[in-house]
């Protein structure tokens, strides 16, 4: 994954062929590349929308969205601004924690985590995006056929929740009216 040139303007397609890696990664067996590689696609995400709103061309920008000690370079900083800007809706804005909080979980553990473990089900059970039922009904897709473990709906879940908010800053950076978007 990356976005080409000066990672000022990026290219709609490669968003599309890196999308479409991403989904293949979340059927991975092994949980924490699942969470990881999502959580880093959300991030990518959340940098180009802050980026479409910002002068793209400008090393002040770059400074700021820099993940290596920028100060909105992390995920939590860039969700918060969005959120504090009007960028994002209140919803999107909790879902996102969420989600950093399950990929705070595995990330931290110096044990192999998943969506085996209470701690991972518990935070996805709180997940809502898109709704409650609807999110419900979605998340089976993603499930086996039958009685699904409490692990397979926590993954489902995830994994709806992850393309629904993937879907919405696509949109926004796609309608950000900024030309070189």
Known sequence: ???????????????????????????????TLTIITCVSFLDEHLRLVLQSLMRRKSKVTKKLLNPSGGVVGGFSQKVDLLYALRIIEKQ??????????????????????????????DACSKLV????ERLSEAAAAFVPVGDP?????ARGKFRVSVV??????????????NPDA
């Open 129 to 132: 995006i898109p709704d409650g």
């Open 1 to 31: 994954m990356g976005y080409h040139m000066t990672r000022g303007s990026f290219d709609r397609s490669q968003l599309e062929d890196d999308a479409i890696l991403v989904l293949i990664n979340t059927l991975s067996p092994q949980d």
């Open 92 to 121: 999107v804005y909790k879902e996102l924690i969420r989600i950093a909080e399950i990929r705070n979980i595995v990330a931290h553990s110096h044990l192999r985590v998943g969506f085996d473990d209470p701690n991972v089900q």
């Open 164 to 177: 629904c908010i993937w879907q919405y800053l696509r949109e926004l950076v796609i309608s950000s009216g």
């Open 149 to 153: 473990s409490t692990q397979d709906i």
